[in-house]
């Protein structure tokens, strides 16, 4: 069974500070996907990234997938207050259609 | 707005009924998954239609059952509700199924309650 599992679980940073969040799987993702969810809502999609060793940048997040396919990070360059929020990693599975989250991070930036 | 619509948005209901969540997918999405998240926890992958089919499926109990209809509109259908069934329940669509570069885009979610 393929799982994504993060770490830490929770973080909680002061405003300015950097972190990262971290996802990690012992199976072979084709792509993987990092979404931010606040409370009461849906997931909403920040980044994919699909080649091994790829690094995207969006605006102070910069997500990176491992050479092997099995993990990825984020990591977040002096985190505001809106910042907060669950992050999860998702991906399909190989070999069938399920699509599958981490168990998510939970971020507070406190002011 | 993702373009996922989820209805009801909340729902209280009594143990031991049933009720149904709808679910319409973004304009020209022909996958529909659907998740359950408890509180504080991630999301729990339940089933995954694709163009009317059953492509995949999680964790769902037999209590739970789902279809998706020939406008693409999915439905989950849950049974004989107990405490534990209270949740946040997503509906999610794709343009296609579970594949490289698959992207979801989630609605508002249910919020069921189960008392």
């Known amino acids: 069974t393929q799982l994504l599992k993060q770490s830490p679980q929770f973080l909680s940073i002061q405003e300015g500070e950097n972190l990262t969040v971290y996802c990690n799987s012992s199976?072979?993702?084709?792509?993987l996907q990092w979404y931010r969810q606040e409370p009461g809502e849906g997931p909403v999609l920040l980044v994919t990234?699909?080649?091994?060793?790829e690094v995207k940048k969006l605006k102070r997040l910069t997500f990176q997938f491992g050479d092997a396919r099995k993990d990825s990070s984020l990591h977040i360059t002096a985190a505001q207050p809106g910042d907060t929020g669950l992050y999860l990693c998702?991906?399909?599975?190989?070999?069938?259609?399920?699509?599958?989250f981490g168990t998510g991070t939970r971020l507070k930036v406190l002011a | 707005d993702s373009g996922v619509t989820q209805t009801p948005k909340h729902l209280i209901t009594a143990t031991g009924q049933r009720v149904t969540l709808r679910c319409s997918p973004r304009?020209?999405?022909?996958?529909v998954y659907w998740y359950q998240q408890s509180l504080d926890q991630g999301l729990q992958f339940l089933i995954q239609?694709?163009?009317?089919?059953?492509?995949a499926k999680g964790n769902i109990l037999e209590r739970f059952s789902a279809q998706q209809f020939p406008d693409l509109h999915s439905e989950l259908n849950l049974s004989s509700l107990e405490l534990g069934d209270s949740a946040l329940y997503f509906c999610?669509?794709?343009?296609?199924?579970?594949?490289?570069?698959?992207?979801?885009?989630f609605g508002q979610g249910t919020r069921l309650t189960v008392v």
């Open positions: 999610a669509s794709s343009p296609q199924g579970a594949n490289k570069g698959t992207e979801a885009f």
């Open positions: 199976s072979v993702f084709s792509s």
């Open positions: 990234v699909v080649t091994g060793g």
């Open positions: 998702a991906g399909p599975t190989s070999g069938t259609y399920k699509y599958i």
């Open positions: 304009s020209g999405d022909l996958s």
């Open positions: 239609y694709y163009n009317g089919e059953e492509r």
